[in-house]
């Protein structure tokens, strides 16, 4: 990636930062100005490919699988049939949910935070969605 922006969506330097980091979390991204040089060097290594044999249960599923060959010619391979729920039973997955906090409480004090969730979440019942729109200006 040449900026920031493009670090954000670019799938070999997310992975990368997981690597150089340690961790990938809401701050990964939005604490790094520049872009990481480390990171940059082993995004430079990663390669993504689509693998025609996970397509068919798309959309019902989205597998996924990650292979990872290291300096020594092993190879570590991690599949995925179905990634973690973005909502439970009773709603928006606790992952998902504190996702939103941590960025949402970067710009809104905590309580207009869970006040704009709560509302995206009861979106369908809102009379009206200029009061959610107001909430972000």
């Known amino acids: 990636p040449k900026n920031q922006l493009g670090g954000m969506f670019s799938i070999p330097y997310n992975v990368a930062l997981l690597i150089v980091r340690g961790g990938h979390d ?3 991204l939005a604490d790094q100005q520049p872009l990481l040089p480390e990171a940059l060097e082993v995004a430079a290594r990663v390669r993504v ?15 996924a699988r990650v292979e990872v060959r290291l300096c020594d010619g092993s190879t570590l391979d991690e599949f995925v049939a179905t990634p973690p729920p973005l909502a439970e039973a009773d709603g928006l997955s ?10 949402a409480t970067r710009e809104l004090p905590i309580a207009r935070a869970q006040s704009l ?6 979106i369908e019942q809102a009379p ?10």
Not at 50 to 61: G, K, S, V
Not at 94 to 103: I, Q
Not at 128 to 137: C, D, G, K, Q, Y
């Open 49 to 63: 490919s689509a693998d025609a044999t996970l397509a068919p249960p798309y959309p019902l599923a989205r597998p």
């Open 117 to 122: 969730l709560d509302d995206l979440l009861n």
């Open 26 to 28: 809401v701050g990964a």
């Open 94 to 103: 606790s992952a998902l949910r504190a996702k939103f906090m941590g960025l």
């Open 128 to 137: 009206s969605t200029r009061r959610i729109f107001l909430e972000l200006a």
